[in-house]
């Protein structure tokens, strides 16, 4: 079997990446929407007995991103592809991990369903919001992690008194790792959220008075977060202040806030496509996982380990 690597509209240049890592070329297919906005799919390539992958991520629109992502699953399988990868380099809807009250949907569950059901053999994603979403799926989930990635960045800060920096509780496990890559410090940022996607920052866990704070986050949508964790280590002594995010949401003005922050560079992930706004700053820098992804592609196609990318 041949790998065959095919893309919907979210991040048509993040798959061009990956097939330029493996040396393919990006599979053939059509995907239009009609006058009512109706999407339709067209695989305009035989995929019979392939091992086949798509790359999509349910980013903005995810209504429609996440529909070109099933139909291109439902195509692939009426095609007869043997095997059937859902790439998904940002899973939407996965905040809604659980009930936060009642009468509440689990989306994140019903998005795992769906993505089952249209016909996908196994998921391959980045830096899930919530680890225990794999177990939504009762087909295999690599979530890869994009440390890797931005180590590299964090590495070539020209710093020796460096501390990384969870914006929240829920981070902290993901800060440490970087931590200890780094042997550095760690500090944690006690937040309190008294309505969604307002964050209101009360005081840092930790030694950070001159030194340079990293704050490490897995996605940055609104920026509210980043933004009051820059102005708390500032004042708490930080001399130096950057973020590494891995999904680039930048919703609203969210680009405008962090241009104005106390931030020195936000660092991101191609896992999103930037907008033009965010594309056009000068303190926001992209970094692509397509070579982390591309050798995941291949180590699965090979039936090798993907978890010794991150020992």
């Not at 809604?96 to 249209?118: C, E, F, G, M, N």
């Amino acid at each position: 079997m041949r790998i065959k690597v095919f893309t919907g509209t979210s991040n048509p240049l993040l798959a061009e990446k990956i097939c330029r890592y493996l040396e393919i070329e990006v599979g053939k297919c059509e995907v239009t929407r009609f006058s009512d906005g109706e999407i339709f799919v067209e695989i305009q390539e035989s995929v019979r007995g392939e091992d086949v992958y798509v790359v999509q991520s349910t980013c903005s629109p995810g209504n429609d991103n996440l529909m070109e992502l099933l139909l291109m699953l439902d195509a692939l399988k009426r095609a007869s592809a043997t095997t059937i990868t859902a790439v998904i380099p940002y899973y939407g809807y996965a905040r809604q991990d659980r009930k936060v009250q009642p009468r509440t949907p689990i989306s994140a569950k019903l998005v795992a369903d769906l993505i089952t059901a249209a016909g996908a053999h196994r998921v391959v994603t980045v830096d899930l919001h919530a680890g225990q979403i794999q177990g939504f799926f009762n087909i295999p989930v690599d979530n890869l992690y994009a440390l890797p990635v931005l180590l590299e960045f964090i590495k070539n800060i020209d710093d020796e008194e460096m501390v990384i920096v969870s914006p929240d509780a829920g981070g902290t496990e993901r800060a440490r790792q970087y931590a200890k890559r780094l042997n550095c410090g760690l500090a944690l940022i006690d937040k309190r959220r008294p309505r969604p996607n307002v964050a209101q920052i009360m005081h840092v866990i930790g030694e950070v008075e001159g030194k340079t704070a990293v704050i490490v986050d897995d996605i940055v949508d609104t920026g509210g977060t980043l933004v009051r964790a820059a102005d708390a280590l500032k004042e708490r002594g930080a001399t130096r202040i950057f973020a590494c995010c891995t999904h680039a949401v930048l919703s609203g003005n969210a680009v405008e806030k962090i241009e104005r922050s106390q931030l020195e560079k936000l660092v991101v992930t191609d896992t999103i496509p930037l907008k033009d706004e965010a594309a056009r700053s000068e303190k926001i820098e992209v970094l692509t996982v397509s070579e982390l992804l591309g050798e995941s592609i291949r180590r699965i196609h090979k039936g090798e380990s993907v978890s010794s990318l991150f020992v």
